[in-house]
Nanobody, 122 residues
Framework: QVQLVESGGGLVQAGGSLRLSCAAS????????MGWFRQAPGKEREFVAF??????LYADSVKGRFTISRDDAKNTVYLQMNSLKPEDTAAYYC?????????????????WGQGTQVTVSS
């Protein structure tokens, strides 16, 4: 079992930056692959970024703007978001799994945080 708590969301102007954090408790996060997803009102939850097995993945919509990283000593995963756009507005969720079969698929993750809201104004 692992518990996930996101933080760092907020309101920012277009072009600005935010860094989201996902703190894991319970079992250490180092044994888990971690993902970030987001969900805007009326839309399905969509993949944002993944880190695990020595590699990272990004959605095309955030590639070059967002960076995922992890500090296993702190049991924390980060999402650095730069050059934010209004279309990045959503609730952002971190997720963990021992080994998701498809890192881009939300249903493949067993553990989820409660989410943190990111709002980008134009």
């Amino acid at each position: 079992q692992v518990q996930l708590v996101e933080s760092g969301g907020g309101l920012v102007q277009a072009g600005g930056s935010l860094r989201l954090s996902c703190a894991a408790s319970g079992r250490t996060s180092s044994g888990y692959a971690m993902g970030w997803f987001r969900q805007a009102p009326g839309k399905e939850r969509e993949f944002v970024a993944f880190i695990g097995w020595g590699g990272v993945l990004y959605a095309d919509s955030v590639k070059g703007r967002f960076t995922i990283s992890r500090d296993d000593a702190k049991n924390t995963v980060y999402l650095q978001m730069n050059s934010l756009k209004p279309e990045d507005t959503a609730a952002y969720y971190c997720a963990a799994d021992v080994g998701p079969l498809n890192a881009r698929r939300a249903n493949d993750y067993d553990y989820w945080g409660q989410g943190t809201q990111v709002t980008v104004s134009s």
